[in-house]
């Protein structure tokens, strides 16, 4: 072990201390993989929903994030980075927009075996909004040749802090009940933060930068549809699909 690794190694862990007083869990260097796409899982049904999340009035302008606290996180990037709140495309898709069926189904959703992999590289993570299933793997990667923690604040599951203080390393975690809105953050880089859902099914999907999105393998029947923004809330309609139909509905939100 070198010397700047003892060096790191001993402030990731009073890091740690000085937040939720956890420590790193399953946590390995490992080569950092790629995000991968919310799952599709077991599905019992032969229908899709798809449709688009629009944007309705004049979008906010995303602002310029200011890496300039850490060099090694500057120099990642040759182009300015921008929040992901609120990003509409230039057809006024709005994206990072959670959308579900909320109600409606029946029987139980084994969970599948494949993570969802939550990255962080050029000191962001990737993806900005994601969805997951109760009991399915996360696996939280830093690709960065530089310390994160990752503080995640869900209320419904157990709270967590982890510190990754060395490339490749990767953390798995996995929540045991549903809950939306669940927060990571950073303390060392307090730019970076993600929003995860958690649902107990697998028909779910997140809007493109298009606006657009679909949920397949859909079983027979009707349901509550919810789409999620982190800033303009939550809408439903209810939608019917019969086996082997594709179905098309649209949300809208506004705000300033």
């Known amino acids: 072990m070198t010397r700047d690794h003892r060096i790191w190694t001993l402030f990731a862990a009073v890091l740690v201390a000085l937040g939720c007083g956890s420590k790193p869990e399953n946590a390995t260097a490992e080569p950092a993989t790629a995000p991968a796409a919310a ?17 309705n009035g004049t979008a ?11 060099p090694a996180c500057q120099q990642k990037h ?24 909320k109600s409606g189904l029946s029987g ?6 494949t993570p969802v992999v939550l990255d962080q590289a050029g000191c962001w993570y990737t993806p900005h909004v994601f969805g997951i299933q109760t009991n399915q ?16 604040k869900p ?14 390393m990767k953390t798995t975690k996995k ?26 099914s697998p028909y779910f999907a997140v809007s ?10 859909v079983p027979a029947g009707t349901y509550t549809l919810e789409a999620v923004h982190e800033k303009y809330g939550a809408q439903t309609q209810q939608v019917t699909v019969g086996d082997g139909q594709a179905q098309s509905v649209s949300f809208s939100f506004s705000g300033s």
């Not at 139980?108 to 075996?113: H, K, M, Q, S």
């Not at 953050?185 to 958690?198: D, L, S």
């Open 78 to 101: 040759t182009a300015p980075v921008l929040t992901e709140d609120v990003v509409v495309g230039a057809g006024g898709g709005l994206q990072h927009v959670f959308v579900y069926v």
């Open 155 to 168: 209320v419904a599951n157990a709270p967590f802090n982890i510190a990754q203080p060395v490339q490749g």
């Open 175 to 200: 929540f045991a009940k549903p809950e939306l809105n669940v927060k990571f953050k950073c303390n060392v880089h307090p730019w970076m933060r993600a929003i995860g859902h958690v649902v107990e």
């Open 137 to 152: 793997p996360l696996e939280i990667v830093n690709s960065d040749a530089t310390l994160h923690n990752v503080n995640a």
């Open 60 to 70: 906010p302008q995303a602002t310029p994030v200011s890496m300039a606290a850490d």
């Open 208 to 217: 493109g930068p298009d606006g657009a999105f679909t949920i397949t393998g």
């Open 39 to 55: 799952p599709s899982g077991a599905a019992a049904g032969t229908a899709s929903i798809s449709g688009t999340v629009k944007f």
């Open 108 to 113: 139980a959703f084994p969970a599948p075996a």
